[in-house]
C-alpha cells in the first residue's frame, strides 16, 4: 500500500512562489512515477506534471510550462512541485499521485494511488 501526504500549500499573491512536497511511504519509492493534478471548484481535475521513476523524464501541462518544475529525490522518498510566478488561476487543491511504472503518466485514471490534496489559492 502507497500512502502520499502532500503539504506545502497555502495562500499567496500572484507573482509569488510556492513548493509543494509530496512524501511517499513506500518501499522501492524509485519503482514509481509520480505525477501533479489539480482541481478548481467546480472544474475536473487536470494534469499538471509528471515525472518518471528516474527523473530522466518530465511532462508540463502547456498552463504551467516554464512557471512550475517537478521534481524528486529518490533517497527522501519525496516528488516536489517548485511554483513561480504563480496566477489567480492556478487556484486549486493540489494532489500528488503515483503509479508503478518506468515511463511518466498525465492521466489521472493512470494512478493507482492519491494524496488528500493541498490547498493553494493565488489571490490577486
Known amino acids: 500500500q502507497v500512502q502520499l501526504v502532500e503539504s506545502g500549500g497555502g495562500l499567496v499573491q500572484a507573482g509569488g512562489s510556492l513548493r509543494l512536497s509530496c512524501a511517499a511511504s513506500?518501499?522501492?519509492?524509485?519503482?514509481?512515477?509520480m505525477g501533479w493534478f489539480r482541481q478548481a471548484p467546480g472544474k475536473e481535475r487536470e494534469r499538471v506534471a509528471a515525472i518518471s521513476w528516474s527523473g530522466g523524464n518530465a511532462y508540463y501541462a502547456d498552463s504551467v510550462k516554464g512557471r512550475f518544475t517537478i521534481s524528486r529525490d529518490n533517497a527522501k522518498n519525496t516528488v516536489y512541485l517548485q511554483m513561480n510566478n504563480l496566477k489567480t488561476e492556478d487556484t486549486a487543491v493540489y494532489y500528488c499521485?503515483?503509479?508503478?511504472?518506468?515511463?511518466?503518466?498525465?492521466?489521472?485514471?493512470?494512478?493507482?494511488?492519491w494524496g488528500q490534496g493541498t490547498q493553494v489559492t493565488v489571490s490577486s
Open positions: 499521485a503515483a503509479r508503478g511504472g518506468v515511463g511518466y503518466y498525465i492521466i489521472p485514471s493512470e494512478y493507482n494511488y
Open positions: 513506500v518501499r522501492k519509492f524509485s519503482t514509481y512515477a
